[in-house]
């Protein structure tokens, strides 16, 4: 097994950014090294962990504490946790950065227009003609991060290239070596 310490690799960014697609492909990459991870994906923690909450900001700010408590317990225990989650407000996200401790916070950034060509399933349309309330980048605010550890931005970099910098960061920094 490759030798590796426990860090959650936390993707940030609006809906149709690019931060599953992101995580699971270094996902795969991490398997192939025969790496202990994780992925906690949004919208299944939200199908599981964090059901019945909606997404008023409180609601919002429990979910990333709720995956911010299991991702602190897999690091911890040596795991590379991804997460992915739009995760919108900073304050939170620093908030569960502090209690981590071991944390890269990958900035998944495509603007507003690119992520509403790539909604396959029709929520930014939905939510412009007021079908769903409190969408991110629409009818709710994102804040971006002020210092991400590093930032990928998928409308001018391939799938690849943003894939190998985290990659390259993880080991720059430690919690992988191969």
């Not at 769903?132 to 799938?159: K, M, Q, V, W």
Request: hydrophobic share 35%; glycine share 8%; charged share 30%.
């Amino acid at each position: 097994m490759t030798q590796q310490r426990g860090v959650t690799v936390w993707f940030t960014g609006l809906s149709g950014a690019g931060k599953t697609t992101i995580s699971q492909a270094v996902a795969e990459k991490l398997r192939s090294l025969d790496c202990k991870l994780e992925i906690l994906d949004g919208d299944i923690v939200r199908q599981n962990l964090t059901k019945g909450l909606g997404f008023s900001k409180e609601d919002r700010d429990e979910n990333i504490r709720r995956i911010g408590f299991v991702s602190h317990l897999l690091t911890r225990n040596g795991v590379i946790v991804l997460v992915s989650a739009i995760s919108p407000y900073r304050a939170v996200r620093e908030e569960v950065k502090a209690r981590i401790g071991d944390f890269v916070e990958v900035f998944v950034n495509a603007p507003l227009a690119v992520c509403e060509d790539r909604d396959v399933k029709g929520l930014y349309k939905k939510a412009r003609s007021g079908e769903i309330a409190n969408f991110t980048g629409i009818s709710d605010p994102y804040e971006p991060p002020t210092d991400p550890t590093l930032e990928c931005r998928t409308d001018l970099e391939s799938h690849e290239e943003s894939v190998n910098k985290v990659l390259d960061t993880l080991k720059e920094m430690g919690y992988l070596s191969i």
